[in-house]
């Protein structure tokens, strides 16, 4: 069983930046497609970045040029590096994991194809 446990969260003013983590245990991460997700109260989850297997990094549109993900294979774990941050991203962030192997490009940046998911960090950016 893959459990996946995000930490890294907090409270920043907008420019600055974060770093969230997210340890992979049952299973190695780099085996996987990841993606994190976020979400506001009211509003549907939203992909923020993937990453699969193959090394393929798509971002969306909003967080492009801001925002890193990565993963260590060693520490077996997802991060997510957010600089510049803007009050929009203030949201409940999510870490994601999907057992499926060559999930096509444009599934990478939904939540079809993970199958395990975090409890979530907060991150709040005030203006």
């Known amino acids: 069983q893959v459990h996946l446990v995000e930490s890294g969260g907090g409270s920043v003013q907008a420019g600055g930046s974060l770093r969230l983590s997210c340890v992979v245990s049952?299973?190695?991460?780099?085996?996987?497609?990841m993606a994190w997700f976020r979400q506001v109260p009211g509003k549907e989850r939203e992909a923020v970045a993937s990453v699969d297997e193959t090394g393929i990094t798509p971002y969306a549109d909003s967080v492009k040029g801001r925002f890193i993900i990565s993963r260590d294979s060693a520490e077996n774990t997802l991060y997510l590096q957010m600089n510049s941050l803007k009050p929009e991203d203030s949201a409940m962030y999510y870490c994601?994991?999907?057992?499926?192997?060559?999930?096509?490009?444009?599934?990478?940046?939904?939540?079809?194809?993970?199958?395990?998911w975090g409890q979530g960090t907060q991150v709040t950016v005030s203006s």
């Open positions: 049952g299973a190695a991460s780099n085996a996987y497609s």
């Open positions: 994601a994991a999907s057992s499926q192997r060559r999930i096509l490009p444009w599934l990478l940046l939904t939540s079809t194809p993970y199958n395990y």
